[in-house]
T-cell receptor, first 114, second 108 residues
Framework: ETGVTQSPTHLIKTRGQQVTLRCSSQSGHNTVSWYQQALGQGPQFIFQYYREEENGRGNFPPRFSGLQFPNYSSELNVNALELDDSALYLC?????????????FGPGTRLLVL | AQRVTQPEKLLSVFKGAPVELKCNYSYSGSPELFWYVQYSRQRLQLLLRHISRESIKGFTADLNKGETSFHLKKPFAQEEDSAMYYCALSPGTYKYIFGTGTRLKVLA
């Protein structure tokens, strides 16, 4: 069984640029959630994808968007990067959309916006 | 507003001493509560959830709806318990709201 993987591990961008982060879900999982974790904070829910559809969204602006592919891997896209977007981005996969299913987290992508 | 508060950023205890990591929440309905743990150089992982009422690695947590708390407890701390602990709430859907975390240091 392969765990959740994320790429890249680190990324440096400048303000105004766009970025795409990738997540491969654990084998057998059809649900991916994305979180932003700023320094010294807990993870903040961005959105969740279930079977290629956005299932729910947290308090993030539309410039945060995502995709889920038929193999259930997922992308997080952030447009018009701002300095405050600097954070660790985590994805988590699970075998269903409800909270009764355990989320398994990836190692994260650390994004620095200059 | 839905909120999770972990008042302690850092908690240091000696090995063998009892541990209590505090978590208070703000939610008007019946939430699901969780504790997540992140050991050094490892991923964030689920430790326990209130609905299953289980004890994991000697840790327990009881949901107190009157005090809106879900404190994590262990009677005798071990050095391997040193980690970052996050309390999380879900209103029962897809969404999780995490607290800011408490770093537990168990001293030899």
């Amino acid at each position: 069984e392969t765990g959740v993987t994320q790429s890249p591990t680190h990324l440096i961008k400048t303000r105004g640029q766009q970025v795409t982060l990738r997540c491969s879900s654990q084998s057998g999982h059809n649900t991916v959630s994305w979180y932003q974790q700023a320094l010294g904070q807990g993870p903040q829910f961005i959105f969740q994808y279930y079977r290629e559809e956005e299932n729910g969204r947290g308090n993030f602006p539309p410039r945060f968007s995502g995709l889920q592919f038929p193999n259930y891997s997922s992308e997080l896209n952030v447009n018009a990067l701002e300095l405050d977007d600097s954070a660790l981005y985590l994805c988590a996969s699970s075998s269903g959309q409800g909270t009764q299913e355990t989320q398994y987290f990836g190692p994260g992508t650390r994004l620095l916006v200059l | 507003a839905q909120r999770v508060t972990q008042p302690e950023k850092l908690l240091s205890v000696f090995k063998g001493a009892p541990v209590e990591l505090k978590c208070n929440y703000s939610y008007s309905g019946s939430p699901e509560l969780f504790w997540y743990v992140q050991y050094s150089r490892q991923r964030l992982q689920l430790l326990l959830r209130h609905i299953s009422r289980e004890s994991i690695k000697g840790f327990t947590a009881d949901l107190n709806k009157g005090e809106t708390s879900f404190h994590l407890k262990k009677p005798f701390a071990q050095e391997e318990d040193s980690a970052m602990y996050y309390c999380a709430l879900s209103p029962g859907t897809y969404k999780y709201i995490f607290g800011t975390g408490t770093r537990l240091k168990v001293l030899a």
